[in-house]
């Protein structure tokens, strides 16, 4: 056979290959985005031209939801302090007041996308929205003020792959709304709706959390 028939043959089925490669990952993912762009857009945080980043970040993000169990579950601290540092290299700043919005979002993200809550910790309904306790008083000596960047290496905190690239998707959506609209955002959902009852700092349970993610899908 001549020698440029074969490789003729050869860049042809290496195109062929690679055509279907990007198809199936395109099949694969489709369904991934599509729970993104449901959920972000109806929890209100899906900003104008999100879209241009949102292709990217999700492509790296596996989809074997079902092998990643409970046993994956954080520490409501530890996810704080990931979100803390995270956002110093991304030249942001955090606040308790954020920082606790983000920790909400990120638990109704991770049961609405991923059926499985990111940490066990109980969230509470306090006056400006939901609170985790605990990294709140962590927290609480900053007041109002920014919470300086730890200077660890939290970045092994959370493991790579889906729930690292899960929550960094989470923030940067987030990091176009002011702290101010966040609180807003969550005083629009049913979860801390339902929950809040003035003085009183009820549990958001994650059962609720799960229930309104599930009809925002639908």
Not at 68 to 95: H, K, P
Not at 114 to 133: K, N
């Amino acid at each position: 056979m001549p020698r440029e028939l074969c490789y003729s043959k050869t860049v042809a089925w290496r195109i062929h290959k690679a055509y279907c490669t990007g198809i199936w990952i395109i099949m694969i993912f489709s369904h991934v985005l599509s729970d993104f762009i449901v959920i972000f857009t109806r929890f209100h945080l899906l900003p104008y031209g999100f879209f241009s980043n949102l292709w990217y970040n999700i492509s790296t993000i596996k989809t074997e939801h079902e092998e990643r169990g409970a046993e994956m579950m954080y520490n409501a601290l530890d996810v704080a302090r990931y979100i803390i540092d995270y956002e110093a290299t991304q030249g942001r700043t955090v606040s308790n007041l954020r920082l606790q919005k983000l920790l909400y979002f990120v638990q109704c993200v991770f049961l609405g996308i991923l059926g499985r809550a990111c940490f066990s910790d109980e969230i509470e309904a306090w006056d400006y929205g939901p609170v985790v306790p605990k990294v709140y008083r962590a927290y609480k000596e900053y007041g109002s003020t920014v919470i300086p960047a730890l200077g660890q290496n939290s970045q092994n905190i959370i493991a790579a792959g889906e729930d690292r690239d899960l929550i960094n998707c989470i923030l940067t959506t987030t990091a176009k709304r002011t702290t101010g609209e966040l609180v807003d955002i969550t005083h629009r959902q049913d979860p801390w709706k339902n929950a809040y009852v003035l003085g009183l700092n009820n549990v958001i349970t994650q059962d609720a959390i799960s229930e309104y993610a599930k009809k925002v899908r639908q």
